[in-house]
Protein backbone atom coordinates (compact mmCIF):
# COMPACT_ATOMS: atom_id res chain seq x y z
CA UNK A 1 0.00 0.00 0.00
CA UNK A 2 3.07 2.78 -0.10
CA UNK A 3 3.06 3.17 3.48
CA UNK A 4 2.69 1.46 7.24
CA UNK A 5 -0.11 -0.58 7.15
CA UNK A 6 -3.02 1.78 8.23
CA UNK A 7 -5.76 0.87 10.77
CA UNK A 8 -8.58 0.11 9.90
CA UNK A 9 -10.96 3.01 9.95
CA UNK A 10 -12.11 6.50 8.10
CA UNK A 11 -12.11 9.67 10.20
CA UNK A 12 -13.79 13.01 9.72
CA UNK A 13 -12.72 16.57 10.43
CA UNK A 14 -14.30 18.92 12.70
CA UNK A 15 -13.30 22.24 10.35
CA UNK A 16 -12.08 23.55 7.69
CA UNK A 17 -8.82 22.62 8.60
CA UNK A 18 -7.18 20.41 10.59
CA UNK A 19 -6.70 21.42 14.36
CA UNK A 20 -4.00 20.75 16.49
CA UNK A 21 -5.26 17.78 18.00
CA UNK A 22 -6.81 16.15 14.78
CA UNK A 23 -3.29 16.27 13.34
CA UNK A 24 -1.98 14.72 16.53
CA UNK A 25 -4.13 11.88 16.01
CA UNK A 26 -4.01 11.17 12.86
CA UNK A 27 -0.29 11.11 12.89
CA UNK A 28 -0.18 9.02 15.51
CA UNK A 29 -3.17 6.62 14.61
CA UNK A 30 -2.07 6.41 10.75
CA UNK A 31 -6.25 6.01 9.62
CA UNK A 32 -6.79 4.52 6.36
CA UNK A 33 -8.84 7.58 5.22
CA UNK A 34 -10.72 10.66 5.54
CA UNK A 35 -14.37 11.88 4.70
CA UNK A 36 -15.46 15.53 4.15
CA UNK A 37 -19.01 17.01 4.61
CA UNK A 38 -20.30 20.02 4.28
CA UNK A 39 -18.74 21.87 7.29
CA UNK A 40 -15.28 20.88 5.70
CA UNK A 41 -15.61 22.47 2.11
CA UNK A 42 -15.83 26.31 1.69
CA UNK A 43 -13.65 26.99 -1.20
CA UNK A 44 -11.67 25.15 -3.87
CA UNK A 45 -8.53 26.20 -2.15
CA UNK A 46 -9.36 25.84 1.30
CA UNK A 47 -10.55 22.07 -0.07
CA UNK A 48 -7.47 20.84 -1.66
CA UNK A 49 -4.98 22.10 1.61
CA UNK A 50 -7.40 20.61 3.81
CA UNK A 51 -6.52 17.31 1.68
CA UNK A 52 -2.55 18.03 1.08
CA UNK A 53 -2.59 18.54 4.64
CA UNK A 54 -4.67 15.36 5.60
CA UNK A 55 -1.85 13.22 3.54
CA UNK A 56 0.97 15.17 4.79
CA UNK A 57 0.01 14.25 8.20
CA UNK A 58 -0.06 10.58 7.79
CA UNK A 59 2.64 10.42 5.23
CA UNK A 60 1.23 8.99 2.23
CA UNK A 61 0.18 10.97 -1.01
CA UNK A 62 -2.58 8.77 -2.35
CA UNK A 63 -4.36 8.39 0.62
CA UNK A 64 -8.43 8.09 0.25
CA UNK A 65 -10.22 10.75 1.04
CA UNK A 66 -13.84 10.20 0.42
CA UNK A 67 -17.03 12.66 0.21
CA UNK A 68 -20.29 11.79 -0.04
CA UNK A 69 -21.30 13.59 -3.96
CA UNK A 70 -24.83 12.43 -4.62
CA UNK A 71 -26.14 15.19 -5.88
CA UNK A 72 -29.96 16.52 -5.01
CA UNK A 73 -30.26 16.08 -0.95
CA UNK A 74 -26.79 14.57 -0.66
CA UNK A 75 -24.53 17.07 -1.96
CA UNK A 76 -21.32 18.36 -0.33
CA UNK A 77 -19.64 20.72 -2.83
CA UNK A 78 -22.03 22.93 -3.51
CA UNK A 79 -22.85 26.67 -5.26
CA UNK A 80 -21.30 29.33 -5.78
CA UNK A 81 -18.00 27.90 -6.09
CA UNK A 82 -19.68 24.11 -7.44
CA UNK A 83 -22.15 23.03 -9.69
CA UNK A 84 -25.29 21.49 -7.73
CA UNK A 85 -25.98 18.31 -9.52
CA UNK A 86 -29.35 16.83 -9.46
CA UNK A 87 -30.38 13.71 -7.58
CA UNK A 88 -30.84 10.45 -9.14
CA UNK A 89 -34.56 10.11 -9.71
CA UNK A 90 -34.17 12.92 -12.39
CA UNK A 91 -32.18 10.49 -14.25
CA UNK A 92 -35.13 7.85 -14.10
CA UNK A 93 -37.39 10.49 -15.01
CA UNK A 94 -35.80 11.10 -17.66
CA UNK A 95 -35.78 7.89 -18.74
CA UNK A 96 -38.99 7.74 -18.58
CA UNK A 97 -39.02 10.67 -20.76
CA UNK A 98 -36.72 10.49 -23.42
CA UNK A 99 -35.55 6.88 -22.90
CA UNK A 100 -32.91 4.74 -20.53
CA UNK A 101 -30.11 5.24 -23.38
CA UNK A 102 -30.15 9.40 -23.12
CA UNK A 103 -31.18 8.84 -19.22
CA UNK A 104 -27.81 7.10 -19.08
CA UNK A 105 -25.90 8.97 -21.27
CA UNK A 106 -26.32 12.05 -19.26
CA UNK A 107 -25.95 10.60 -15.97
CA UNK A 108 -22.63 9.57 -17.04
CA UNK A 109 -21.79 12.84 -18.43
CA UNK A 110 -23.14 14.22 -14.59
CA UNK A 111 -20.79 12.11 -12.97
CA UNK A 112 -17.77 12.39 -14.92
CA UNK A 113 -17.92 16.34 -14.17
CA UNK A 114 -18.29 15.65 -10.53
CA UNK A 115 -15.39 13.58 -10.81
CA UNK A 116 -13.45 16.57 -12.24
CA UNK A 117 -14.42 18.57 -9.33
CA UNK A 118 -13.49 16.33 -7.04
CA UNK A 119 -10.19 14.82 -8.49
CA UNK A 120 -9.12 18.60 -8.33
CA UNK A 121 -9.47 18.90 -4.83
CA UNK A 122 -7.79 15.89 -4.11
CA UNK A 123 -11.11 13.38 -3.69
CA UNK A 124 -10.85 10.39 -5.17
CA UNK A 125 -13.71 8.21 -3.34
CA UNK A 126 -17.36 8.95 -4.21
CA UNK A 127 -19.17 7.64 -1.96
CA UNK A 128 -22.10 6.96 -4.42
CA UNK A 129 -24.34 4.99 -6.52
CA UNK A 130 -27.00 3.85 -4.10
CA UNK A 131 -28.52 0.81 -5.08
CA UNK A 132 -31.07 0.59 -2.87
CA UNK A 133 -34.78 -0.63 -4.12
CA UNK A 134 -37.03 2.38 -1.82
CA UNK A 135 -40.73 0.23 -1.37
CA UNK A 136 -43.72 2.22 -1.42
CA UNK A 137 -44.22 3.03 2.57
CA UNK A 138 -40.10 3.19 3.27
CA UNK A 139 -38.84 6.32 5.52
CA UNK A 140 -37.63 8.82 2.64
CA UNK A 141 -34.28 9.15 3.81
CA UNK A 142 -33.68 7.04 0.72
CA UNK A 143 -36.00 8.32 -1.23
CA UNK A 144 -35.28 10.83 -4.65
CA UNK A 145 -31.24 9.22 -4.06
CA UNK A 146 -32.43 5.92 -5.54
CA UNK A 147 -32.33 4.90 -9.26
CA UNK A 148 -36.03 3.79 -9.41
CA UNK A 149 -37.05 0.63 -8.72
CA UNK A 150 -36.89 -1.17 -12.33
CA UNK A 151 -33.60 -3.19 -12.08
CA UNK A 152 -32.99 -3.30 -15.39
CA UNK A 153 -32.95 0.44 -15.63
CA UNK A 154 -30.63 0.57 -11.62
CA UNK A 155 -28.47 -1.66 -13.65
CA UNK A 156 -27.78 0.42 -16.83
CA UNK A 157 -27.44 3.95 -14.66
CA UNK A 158 -25.44 2.75 -11.77
CA UNK A 159 -23.34 1.14 -14.60
CA UNK A 160 -23.17 5.13 -16.51
CA UNK A 161 -22.67 6.20 -12.63
CA UNK A 162 -19.47 3.79 -12.20
CA UNK A 163 -18.00 4.53 -16.00
CA UNK A 164 -18.23 8.06 -15.36
CA UNK A 165 -16.35 8.57 -12.01
CA UNK A 166 -13.94 6.01 -12.53
CA UNK A 167 -12.89 7.62 -15.83
CA UNK A 168 -12.47 10.54 -13.66
CA UNK A 169 -10.03 8.99 -11.47
CA UNK A 170 -12.53 8.75 -8.84
CA UNK A 171 -13.49 5.12 -7.25
CA UNK A 172 -17.08 4.53 -6.58
CA UNK A 173 -18.51 3.00 -3.42
CA UNK A 174 -22.00 0.75 -4.08
CA UNK A 175 -24.17 1.61 -0.66
CA UNK A 176 -26.14 0.41 1.31
CA UNK A 177 -24.96 -3.05 0.57
CA UNK A 178 -27.27 -5.58 0.85
CA UNK A 179 -30.00 -2.72 0.05
CA UNK A 180 -32.08 0.23 2.67
CA UNK A 181 -34.65 0.35 0.72
CA UNK A 182 -37.14 -1.69 3.08
CA UNK A 183 -36.65 0.61 6.00
CA UNK A 184 -39.42 2.24 7.77
CA UNK A 185 -36.95 4.09 9.67
CA UNK A 186 -34.06 6.44 9.10
CA UNK A 187 -31.20 4.23 10.69
CA UNK A 188 -29.28 7.52 11.47
CA UNK A 189 -31.77 7.68 13.98
CA UNK A 190 -32.99 4.26 14.73
CA UNK A 191 -32.85 0.21 13.97
CA UNK A 192 -34.18 -0.83 10.89
CA UNK A 193 -35.53 -4.14 10.79
CA UNK A 194 -36.75 -5.77 7.69
CA UNK A 195 -38.95 -9.04 7.94
CA UNK A 196 -38.50 -10.03 4.26
CA UNK A 197 -38.11 -13.35 3.41
CA UNK A 198 -34.77 -14.33 1.91
CA UNK A 199 -36.13 -15.53 -1.23
CA UNK A 200 -38.25 -11.46 -1.89
CA UNK A 201 -35.07 -10.62 -0.97
CA UNK A 202 -32.80 -12.18 -3.88
CA UNK A 203 -35.61 -11.28 -6.56
CA UNK A 204 -35.13 -7.86 -5.70
CA UNK A 205 -33.12 -6.32 -2.73
CA UNK A 206 -30.12 -8.04 -3.39
CA UNK A 207 -30.07 -8.39 -7.00
CA UNK A 208 -28.70 -4.67 -7.87
CA UNK A 209 -25.75 -5.68 -5.65
CA UNK A 210 -25.15 -9.42 -7.19
CA UNK A 211 -24.76 -6.85 -10.56
CA UNK A 212 -21.88 -4.94 -9.15
CA UNK A 213 -20.14 -7.25 -6.77
CA UNK A 214 -16.75 -6.35 -9.04
CA UNK A 215 -17.16 -3.04 -7.84
CA UNK A 216 -14.15 -2.11 -5.82
CA UNK A 217 -15.87 -0.35 -2.81
CA UNK A 218 -18.86 -1.24 -0.95
CA UNK A 219 -21.07 0.16 2.07
CA UNK A 220 -23.15 -1.35 4.40
CA UNK A 221 -26.45 -0.68 5.52
CA UNK A 222 -27.32 -0.27 9.70
CA UNK A 223 -30.80 -2.90 9.22
CA UNK A 224 -31.47 -6.01 10.50
CA UNK A 225 -32.66 -8.98 7.90
CA UNK A 226 -34.74 -10.95 10.52
CA UNK A 227 -34.98 -13.88 8.75
CA UNK A 228 -31.19 -14.08 8.24
CA UNK A 229 -29.80 -12.35 12.13
CA UNK A 230 -32.48 -11.48 14.11
CA UNK A 231 -30.36 -9.50 16.31
CA UNK A 232 -27.34 -7.57 14.54
CA UNK A 233 -28.02 -5.47 11.57
CA UNK A 234 -25.40 -5.76 8.37
CA UNK A 235 -22.45 -3.55 9.98
CA UNK A 236 -22.36 -5.98 13.23
CA UNK A 237 -23.23 -9.19 11.45
CA UNK A 238 -20.81 -12.03 10.83
CA UNK A 239 -23.95 -14.12 9.77
CA UNK A 240 -24.94 -11.69 7.12
CA UNK A 241 -21.88 -10.76 5.55
CA UNK A 242 -20.64 -14.06 5.20
CA UNK A 243 -23.89 -15.63 3.99
CA UNK A 244 -25.41 -12.93 2.23
CA UNK A 245 -22.80 -10.05 1.14
CA UNK A 246 -19.69 -12.15 0.25
CA UNK A 247 -21.66 -15.25 0.04
CA UNK A 248 -24.95 -14.75 -2.35
CA UNK A 249 -24.01 -11.36 -4.10
CA UNK A 250 -20.70 -12.73 -4.17
CA UNK A 251 -19.02 -9.38 -3.49
CA UNK A 252 -15.25 -9.53 -2.83
CA UNK A 253 -14.44 -5.80 -2.74
CA UNK A 254 -13.31 -3.28 0.21
CA UNK A 255 -16.22 -3.25 2.38
CA UNK A 256 -16.77 -0.27 4.52
CA UNK A 257 -19.22 0.24 7.48
CA UNK A 258 -22.09 3.27 7.45
CA UNK A 259 -20.76 5.92 9.68
CA UNK A 260 -20.75 4.34 13.42
CA UNK A 261 -22.44 7.49 15.03
CA UNK A 262 -25.48 6.82 13.74
CA UNK A 263 -28.31 5.59 16.21
CA UNK A 264 -29.42 2.52 14.39
CA UNK A 265 -25.95 1.06 16.08
CA UNK A 266 -26.58 0.54 20.00
CA UNK A 267 -23.40 0.30 22.61
CA UNK A 268 -19.89 3.08 23.01
CA UNK A 269 -18.74 4.02 20.21
CA UNK A 270 -15.35 1.79 20.86
CA UNK A 271 -17.52 -1.19 21.19
CA UNK A 272 -19.10 -0.28 17.58
CA UNK A 273 -15.86 -0.18 16.00
CA UNK A 274 -14.46 -3.45 17.12
CA UNK A 275 -18.14 -5.05 16.48
CA UNK A 276 -17.73 -4.03 12.83
CA UNK A 277 -14.23 -5.14 11.99
CA UNK A 278 -15.01 -8.65 13.93
CA UNK A 279 -18.09 -8.75 11.59
CA UNK A 280 -16.16 -8.85 8.63
CA UNK A 281 -16.33 -5.34 7.36
CA UNK A 282 -12.39 -4.16 6.14
CA UNK A 283 -13.01 -0.80 7.32
CA UNK A 284 -15.18 1.22 9.63
CA UNK A 285 -16.56 4.89 9.19
CA UNK A 286 -16.52 7.77 11.37
CA UNK A 287 -18.29 11.12 10.19
CA UNK A 288 -18.90 13.77 12.93
CA UNK A 289 -15.35 14.91 13.71
CA UNK A 290 -16.17 15.17 17.67
CA UNK A 291 -12.59 14.09 18.69
CA UNK A 292 -13.69 12.18 21.89
CA UNK A 293 -15.72 9.62 19.57
CA UNK A 294 -12.46 9.78 17.22
CA UNK A 295 -10.52 8.43 20.22
CA UNK A 296 -12.75 5.57 21.04
CA UNK A 297 -12.71 4.36 17.38
CA UNK A 298 -9.29 4.21 17.36
CA UNK A 299 -8.94 2.51 20.14
CA UNK A 300 -11.48 -0.35 18.73
CA UNK A 301 -9.57 -0.66 15.48
CA UNK A 302 -6.83 -3.23 14.85
CA UNK A 303 -4.57 -2.43 11.45
CA UNK A 304 -6.18 -3.50 7.79
CA UNK A 305 -5.78 -6.85 7.47
CA UNK A 306 -3.66 -8.89 4.68
CA UNK A 307 -6.77 -9.47 2.59
CA UNK A 308 -8.51 -5.60 2.85
CA UNK A 309 -4.77 -4.09 1.67
CA UNK A 310 -4.75 -6.25 -1.03
CA UNK A 311 -8.67 -5.05 -1.68
CA UNK A 312 -7.37 -1.74 -2.10
CA UNK A 313 -4.78 -2.32 -3.83
CA UNK A 314 -7.07 -3.81 -6.72
CA UNK A 315 -9.53 -0.63 -6.46
CA UNK A 316 -6.33 1.63 -7.15
CA UNK A 317 -5.32 -0.61 -10.13
CA UNK A 318 -8.96 0.44 -12.17
CA UNK A 319 -8.41 4.53 -11.99
CA UNK A 320 -6.84 5.28 -15.42
CA UNK A 321 -3.90 7.89 -16.27
CA UNK A 322 -4.64 11.47 -16.66
CA UNK A 323 -6.19 12.08 -20.18
CA UNK A 324 -7.96 15.23 -22.00
CA UNK A 325 -11.54 16.44 -20.51
CA UNK A 326 -13.20 19.66 -21.84
CA UNK A 327 -15.18 20.63 -18.61
CA UNK A 328 -17.18 22.82 -20.84
CA UNK A 329 -18.18 20.96 -24.00
CA UNK A 330 -19.02 18.27 -21.43
CA UNK A 331 -20.97 20.78 -19.14
CA UNK A 332 -23.26 21.31 -22.76
CA UNK A 333 -23.41 17.53 -23.72
CA UNK A 334 -24.65 17.37 -20.64
CA UNK A 335 -27.04 19.95 -20.49
CA UNK A 336 -28.64 19.64 -23.52
CA UNK A 337 -29.35 16.39 -22.82
CA UNK A 338 -31.62 17.35 -19.93
CA UNK A 339 -33.84 19.42 -21.75
CA UNK A 340 -37.44 17.86 -21.66
Not at 254 to 267: C, P, R
Request: with cysteine; aromatic share 6%; charged share 25%.
Amino acid sequence: MGREIPLAVILGCAGSKLSKNERALFKETNPFGLILFERNCVNPDQVKALTNEFRHVIGQEGAPVFIDQEGGRVTRLKPPHWRHPPPAQSFVDLANLKGEKIASKAIQLNFRLIAEDLHALGINVDCTPVLDIPIACADPIIGDRALGTDLELIKKLATAICDGLLSGRVLPVIKHIPGHGRALVDSHIDLPTVDATFEELTETDFEPFRSFNDMPLAMTAHIIFSEIDENNPVTNSRRVIEKVVRGYIGYDGLLISDDLSMQALSGGIKERTWEALDAGCDLVLHCNGKMDEMISVVAGAENMTDKACERWSRATQLLPAAGDFNVQDTLSQFNDLMVV
